[in-house]
C-alpha cells in the first residue's frame, strides 16, 4: 500500500485517503499557444518505470494538493513537498541521487 505525508498536515495517509492528479510539474501554456503546445500539455504524459514527481490531492484530510517523489516500479516514497514548488526540494533530490546513482533533476525537467 502507498503511504504518503501530506506536507501541510503531517498526517501520514495511505493512498485510500489521497486522489491521485497526475504528473507533476507540466508546462502550462497560455491562451497563445499553439495547437501542438495544446496537445503536447493534454496528451503527452512521462509513464517511466522509476523516479516519477506526481500530484496528489489530501482529499479526506486537509483537502490541498501535493507533490511526491517516488519510484514506480518498487513504490518508494522519497519525499512529498508544496504544490507550489517548480522542483523538488534538494532534500528529495539527495534522496533519489543516494538510492539512484546518476540520476539528475534534468532527467525529467
Known amino acids: 500500500m502507498l503511504i504518503l505525508t501530506c506536507p501541510y498536515c503531517g498526517v501520514d495517509c495511505d493512498e485510500t485517503e489521497l486522489g491521485a492528479g497526475g504528473e507533476a510539474h507540466l508546462k502550462r501554456h497560455g491562451p497563445g499557444s499553439t495547437d501542438e503546445e495544446f496537445e503536447s500539455y493534454i496528451f503527452q504524459r512521462e509513464n517511466p518505470r522509476g523516479v516519477h514527481f506526481e500530484r496528489w ?5 486537509c483537502g490541498k494538493w ?32 543516494a538510492k539512484r546513482p546518476g540520476w539528475t533533476w534534468r532527467d525529467v525537467a
Do not use: N
Open 57 to 61: 490531492r489530501h482529499a479526506m484530510g
Open 66 to 97: 501535493f507533490h511526491a517523489a517516488r519510484d514506480t516500479a518498487t513504490l518508494e516514497v522519497f519525499g512529498t513537498y508544496v504544490a507550489q514548488a517548480f522542483e523538488p526540494p534538494q532534500e528529495i533530490k539527495d534522496k533519489i541521487t
